[in-house]
T-cell receptor
Framework: AQTVTQSQPEMSVQEAETVTLSCTYD???????LFWYKQPPSRQMILVIRQEAYKQQNATENRFSVNFQKAAKSFSLKISDSQLGDAAMYFCAYNPAGTASKLTFGTGTRLQVTL | GAVVSQHPSRVICKSGTSVKIECRSL??????MFWYRQFPKQSLMLMAT?????????EQGVEKDKFLINHASLTLSTLTVTSAHPEDSSFYIC???????????FGNGTRLTVT
C-alpha cells in the first residue's frame, strides 16, 4: 500500500523568508503523480503544485517549487518570500497513474507565518 | 475555471436521522467523483469512489450501507449518511475532475454535526 509521510506537524516562517516542507512516500509504482495542497481555515482544498514522476525537472509555480528526488522518494515544497496568506495546512498527496485521481494524503503540516 | 459545488456547507442533525450531501460539478462533466472524510486536525481519508451510472467503490473499513453514494448524472453525486450517530460528526469533502489529464477540484466541504 502506498503511504505518504509528513514528518513536520507544524512549521513557522517569518514573512518574506523561505521555508521548506518535507514529504516522503512509499510506492512500488514507477508512474505516478505527486501534489501539494493547501487548506486554509476555510477548509477549501487548493492545489499548490503538481509533479509527474516521469519528469526529472522540478515543478515550479511562482513562489512555490518542489525538490523531487525519485530515488529517495522525497517530495519537499519550498515556499519563497512567504506571505501571511500562505498560513495554512499543507498536505502532500500521491496518486498512481491510471487510478483516476485516487489520492493518498499525508498527515499535513501546519504552516504559521509571522511578522 | 472548473468549480465543484458542495451543499450544504453545514448541517446539524439528530442521532438516528439521515443526511444527504450533494456534490456538483458546475462547468464540466465528471464520470468519477471522490468522497473524503476529515476529522479535526487530521488528514483527508478517502471513503469511496463514486462512478456515474454504476455502484460506488468503497475503501476498506467504510460501511457501504451507512454511507450511501449515488452518482445519477455526470454532474451530481450524493452522499447520504444513514442513521447518523455522533461519531459520524466530521468534515466531508467531495472532489471531481473533468478528464484524465485534468486537475482534481474539491468542493468546499460539509461540516456534519450529529447531536
Amino acid at each position: 500500500a502506498q503511504t505518504v509521510t509528513q514528518s513536520q506537524p507544524e512549521m513557522s516562517v517569518q514573512e518574506a523568508e523561505t521555508v521548506t516542507l518535507s514529504c516522503t512516500y512509499d510506492t512500488s509504482e514507477s508512474d505516478y503523480y505527486l501534489f501539494w495542497y493547501k487548506q486554509p481555515p476555510s477548509r477549501q482544498m487548493i492545489l499548490v503544485i503538481r509533479q509527474e514522476a516521469y519528469k526529472q525537472q522540478n515543478a515550479t509555480e511562482n513562489r512555490f517549487s518542489v525538490n523531487f528526488q525519485k530515488a529517495a522518494k522525497s517530495f519537499s515544497l519550498k515556499i519563497s518570500d512567504s506571505q501571511l496568506g500562505d498560513a495554512a495546512m499543507y498536505f502532500c498527496a500521491y496518486n498512481p497513474a491510471g487510478t483516476a485521481s485516487k489520492l493518498t494524503f499525508g498527515t499535513g503540516t501546519r504552516l504559521q507565518v509571522t511578522l | 475555471g472548473a468549480v465543484v459545488s458542495q451543499h450544504p456547507s453545514r448541517v446539524i442533525c439528530k442521532s438516528g436521522t439521515s443526511v444527504k450531501i450533494e456534490c456538483r460539478s458546475l462547468d464540466f462533466q465528471a464520470t468519477t467523483m471522490f468522497w473524503y472524510r476529515q476529522f479535526p486536525k487530521q488528514s483527508l481519508m478517502l471513503m469511496a469512489t463514486s462512478n456515474e451510472g454504476s455502484k460506488a467503490t468503497y475503501e476498506q473499513g467504510v460501511e457501504k450501507d451507512k454511507f450511501l453514494i449515488n452518482h445519477a448524472s455526470l454532474t451530481l453525486s450524493t452522499l447520504t449518511v444513514t442513521s447518523a450517530h455522533p461519531e459520524d460528526s466530521s468534515f466531508y469533502i467531495c472532489s471531481a475532475r473533468g478528464g484524465v489529464r485534468s486537475p482534481l477540484h474539491f468542493g468546499n466541504g460539509t461540516r456534519l454535526t450529529v447531536t
